[in-house]
């Protein structure tokens, strides 16, 4: 009965139920899916601290945006280690770590360039820009990370 079960599902429910397995997994799909997963729980972190750090704090915002990208950061690559990727294309940690720090900080200059422009330019409150610079640097860091380390 359970062979029946199992060929009798659908391609979205087997998706679905491998995405949220805990194990890292090779399945390209369910990586885009879970770096998905991922990038919001770091949006969270990111975007929470970015508010706090520019209106309670009264950190100028791309300061605010500098600080709140790098803890976003550190939760997208735990995440991303403990739950997205299965392989590893670098047997160093350290040398692993120092590649995702340097596509990071490419992905914090596009941040800090949308949302400069953004607000400088087009007079774009920094919470909206923030968001539309999160959906570009999303992108950059899932195909650089999936090219270059996993």
Known sequence: MSGFYQKGRSKG?????????????????????????VSVIAFIFDFGSLIIFKEFFGINYLLAATLSFGLGVVVNYT????WVFADRKLASRRAEFIIFLIICAIGLGLNLVIIAGMVQFLSVDYRIAKIVATVVVFFWNFIARKKILY
């Not at 194990?23 to 885009?32: F, L, S």
């Not at 995440?79 to 403990?82: D, E, N, T």
């Open 79 to 82: 995440l991303s280690v403990l």
């Open 13 to 37: 429910l087997q998706l679905f139920l491998e995405s949220i397995q805990l194990k890292p997994t090779k399945n390209v799909t369910v990586q885009v899916i879970r770096s998905l997963v």
